[in-house]
């Protein structure tokens, strides 16, 4: 699980922000929205970000992307900010890997295209929770500095390996122990992010467990059906001849098409079967293809990143969804949403403050900022708050003020 994401001078974020995943314990309501571990650390299972449109929701999907490609030393997309005059990408992500939380932080240069510092750390906590850092590893081209404390032989090799790509693929892991145990808990935590874009997102994983028909198929099947979708029965079938215009279609153009696969996916209504990509409305074909996502990041407490979760589906679906993550079932599977639907803000019956975030931008520069930081005190915001009236009102900024009209205005004052 994820602890917190820093990002700084990248995309659209100019200035350093921060997203803590850790839950603020002053706060006992919904305590089943928390997972605990090793009885002092308590770690938020969702969180969901609003804002107007181009304040930085995706870009701040887009850093964490980036932050998983780099660890699995896939191609990284990551640009500094355009106003800074600073090509150094900053990018920390702190997590648990075996009831251990770590910390793993790089800059990269995106006009060299190399990774100039690396630094990662194991977070310690003493009985009164207060967290101290023990470094791993230090790779710091910038100063000159490197170290490894527990590794002597590795620190002597630090600062001639490659800084095209980061330390874990620049050194023969073979040779160093230590570095292998670095690259699993890196890798790991990686493999365990996946990021998935409502508005593209594709049904060939669900497509792939309706094939495997095994446990995971049949969850799958009953998560969609039990969506209250009217549907009877959802299937995969294998030998379905497919007819174009009165003929069997050709099942090899249809495969270079991406086409065969998803015309074999069958909708059952009232015993009815029917191609769910004919017959499916928009919104039922989302839900489906993100219920394989769903029920893995469940089943193997993975942290699912979905950009616009709500596009094309029902606010209560939208809702059951993100109260499957924060159901005392679920012990391991987080979940980070961007949203527009303010139906969900609501702390009365679903989130806690720290689990709501907004992100918002001025003249200066683009900030993602928690309904925590909004107190009574200060805010006159409880927990108990109309936070959508409160929204709406725009008392918390990151609402947008469009001047759609006066475009009619100045169109009438033409003709005139």
Same mark, same amino acid.
């Given at each position: 699980?994820?602890?917190?994401?820093?990002?700084?001078?990248?995309?659209?974020?100019?200035?350093?922000? *921060?997203?803590?995943?850790?839950?603020?314990?002053?706060?006992?309501?919904? #305590?089943?929205?928390?997972?605990?571990?090793?009885? +002092?650390?308590?770690?938020?299972?969702?969180?969901?970000?609003?804002?107007?449109?181009?304040?930085?929701?995706?870009?701040?999907?887009?850093?964490?992307?980036?932050?998983?490609?780099?660890?699995?030393?896939?191609?990284?997309?990551?640009?500094? +900010?355009?106003?800074?005059?600073?090509?150094?990408?900053?990018?920390?992500?702190?997590?648990?890997?075996?009831? $251990?939380?770590? #910390?793993?932080?790089?800059?990269?240069?995106?006009? $060299?295209?190399?990774?100039?510092?690396?630094?990662?750390?194991?977070?310690?906590?003493?009985?009164?929770?207060?967290?101290?850092?023990?470094?791993?590893?230090?790779?710091?081209?910038?100063?000159?500095?490197?170290?490894?404390?527990?590794?002597?032989?590795?620190?002597?090799?630090?600062?001639?390996?490659?800084?095209?790509?980061?330390?874990?693929?620049?050194?023969?892991?073979?040779?160093?122990?230590? =570095?292998? $145990?670095?690259?699993?808990?890196?890798?790991?935590?990686?493999?365990?992010?996946?990021?998935?874009?409502?508005?593209?997102?594709?049904? #060939?994983?669900?497509?792939?467990?309706?094939?495997?028909?095994?446990?995971?198929?049949?969850?799958?099947?009953?998560?969609?059906? +039990?969506?209250?979708?009217? =549907?009877?029965?959802?299937?995969?079938?294998?030998?379905? /001849?497919?007819?174009?215009?009165?003929?069997?279609?050709?099942?090899?153009?249809?495969? +270079?098409?991406?086409?065969?696969?998803?015309?074999?996916?069958?909708?059952?209504?009232?015993?009815?079967?029917?191609?769910?990509?004919?017959?499916?409305?928009?919104?039922?074909?989302?839900?489906?293809?993100?219920? #394989?996502?769903?029920?893995?990041?469940?089943?193997?407490?993975?942290?699912?990143?979905?950009?616009?979760?709500?596009?094309?589906?029902?606010?209560?679906?939208?809702?059951?969804?993100?109260?499957?993550?924060?159901? @005392?079932?679920?012990?391991?599977?987080? =979940?980070?949403?961007?949203?527009?639907?303010?139906?969900?803000?609501?702390?009365?019956?679903?989130?806690?403050?720290?689990?709501?975030?907004?992100?918002?931008?001025? *003249?200066? *520069?683009?900030?993602?900022?928690?309904?925590?930081?909004?107190?009574?005190?200060?805010?006159?915001?409880?927990?108990?708050? /109309?936070?959508?009236?409160?929204?709406? $009102?725009?008392?918390?900024?990151?609402?947008?003020?469009?001047?759609?009209?006066?475009?009619?205005? @100045?169109?009438?004052?033409?003709?005139?």
């Amino acid at each position: 699980m994820i602890t917190s994401l820093k990002f700084n001078n990248c995309f659209a974020f100019n200035n350093q922000i *921060e997203m803590n995943l850790k839950a603020d314990m002053r706060t006992k309501k919904f #305590s089943s929205n928390i997972t605990n571990i090793n009885n +002092n650390l308590n770690i938020l299972k969702s969180a969901v970000i609003y804002g107007p449109n181009n304040t930085g929701k995706t870009t701040f999907i887009n850093c964490i992307k980036a932050v998983k490609n780099t660890l699995l030393n896939k191609e990284i997309h990551l640009d500094s +900010n355009i106003f800074t005059n600073n090509n150094i990408c900053e990018e920390s992500i702190s997590f648990i890997s075996e009831e $251990k939380e770590y #910390s793993y932080e790089y800059k990269f240069d995106d006009e $060299k295209k190399l990774y100039i510092y690396e630094k990662m750390c194991e977070i310690v906590r003493d009985k009164y929770n207060n967290g101290k850092e023990e470094l791993i590893f230090l790779k710091d081209t910038i100063n000159e500095k490197y170290e490894c404390p527990k590794d002597k032989e590795l620190e002597k090799v630090l600062n001639i390996a490659s800084n095209n790509n980061i330390l874990i693929y620049t050194v023969q892991i073979e040779k160093f122990p230590i =570095l292998e $145990k670095i690259k699993d808990i890196l890798t790991g935590i990686g493999n365990s992010i996946e990021i998935v874009d409502m508005n593209k997102i594709p049904i #060939s994983k669900t497509i792939q467990m309706l094939k495997n028909k095994d446990d995971e198929t049949k969850k799958v099947v009953d998560f969609i059906k +039990n969506a209250d979708l009217y =549907l009877d029965d959802y299937m995969y079938v294998e030998d379905l /001849d497919v007819e174009i215009d009165g003929k069997i279609a050709d099942e090899k153009l249809l495969k +270079n098409q991406n086409l065969m696969d998803q015309i074999k996916v069958i909708s059952v209504y009232k015993g009815k079967a029917v191609p769910s990509i004919i017959f499916d409305s928009l919104g039922t074909r989302k839900f489906a293809a993100l219920a #394989s996502y769903v029920i893995e990041a469940i089943e193997q407490g993975k942290t699912l990143v979905i950009d616009e979760l709500d596009s094309s589906l029902h606010f209560k679906i939208t809702r059951a969804i993100i109260s499957m993550f924060n159901n @005392e079932i679920n012990k391991n599977a987080q =979940l980070i949403a961007t949203l527009h639907d303010i139906s969900l803000l609501d702390c009365k019956r679903m989130f806690r403050k720290e689990q709501i975030w907004f992100t918002d931008k001025d *003249e200066n *520069e683009t900030d993602l900022y928690s309904l925590k930081d909004f107190s009574y005190a200060e805010n006159g915001v409880r927990d108990t708050s /109309d936070i959508q009236e409160k929204y709406i $009102k725009g008392e918390f900024g990151a609402i947008p003020e469009p001047d759609l009209i006066s475009t009619l205005l @100045e169109v009438e004052d033409e003709e005139i």
